[in-house]
């Protein structure tokens, strides 16, 4: 079955870059969430978005901002990078009428900002 | 304070074990409990999840829920090495966003 698929897998940028993270949600699902996981931390709620409109927020710096495309993609653009946003970043796609049940995490991507 | 407590561990046990993982929780505005487990540079994979006091029950796991205590556990009988893994309870009320614990490392010895 196919999964939630994030892309880039790993990447490296130099502070004060700007990066940005793909996520490709399960087929027919409406509702993208991206969470940010520091090392040892546990996974932190950022944003989240139902049909292309932004649904719920969560800790996410204003120096980050995310959308939701009409193919339903979304997209994490972070920019003025600090260390501090080396994370494990994930995003999670599910339908709204299914809730939990079909709440699925992609693998991740994996930010280091050297 | 967080508004969900997890243990971090580390957990060792022995093959065949019974393991206990345990959360708090400070809102009473949760509705949904759910367990996952997170292998190492992988997203965490849903494993359990209830909406009720009381126990729920899937093969080898157990989900056991107390509102009243703001108290939720995993049990997980027969350990085996492959349930080694970060397991992490998560919460949610009205809304679809998860409220995590910090996920507790398990690691089950052959």
């Known amino acids: 079955a196919a999964g939630v698929i994030q892309s880039p897998r790993h990447l490296i940028k130099e502070k004060r870059e700007t990066a940005t993270l793909k996520c490709y949600p399960i087929?027919?699902?409406?509702?993208v969430y991206w969470y940010q996981q520091g090392p040892g931390q546990d996974p932190q709620f950022l944003i989240s978005f139902y049909e292309k409109m932004q649904s719920d927020k969560g800790s996410i710096p204003d120096r980050f901002s995310a959308q939701q495309f009409s193919d339903y993609h979304s997209e994490l653009n972070m920019s003025s990078l600090e260390l501090g946003d080396s994370a494990l970043y994930f995003c999670a796609s599910s339908t709204r009428d299914r809730g939990i049940h079909g709440y699925t995490f992609g693998s991740g991507t994996r930010l280091t900002v050297v | 304070q967080k508004e969900v407590e997890q243990d971090p561990g580390p957990l060792s046990v022995p093959e065949g074990a019974i393991v206990s993982l345990n959360c708090t929780y400070s809102n009473s505005a949760f509705q949904y409990f759910m367990w996952y487990r997170q292998y190492s540079r992988k997203g965490p994979e849903l494993l359990m999840y209830?909406?009720?006091?009381g126990n729920k029950e899937d093969g080898r796991f157990t989900a056991q829920v107390d509102k009243s205590s703001k108290y939720i556990s995993l049990f997980i009988r027969d350990s085996q090495p492959s349930d080694s893994a970060t397991y992490l309870c998560a919460m949610k009320g009205a809304t679809n966003k998860l409220i995590f614990g910090t996920g507790t490392l398990l690691a089950v010895q052959p």
């Open positions: 087929p027919r699902h409406d509702t």
């Open positions: 209830t909406y009720s006091s």
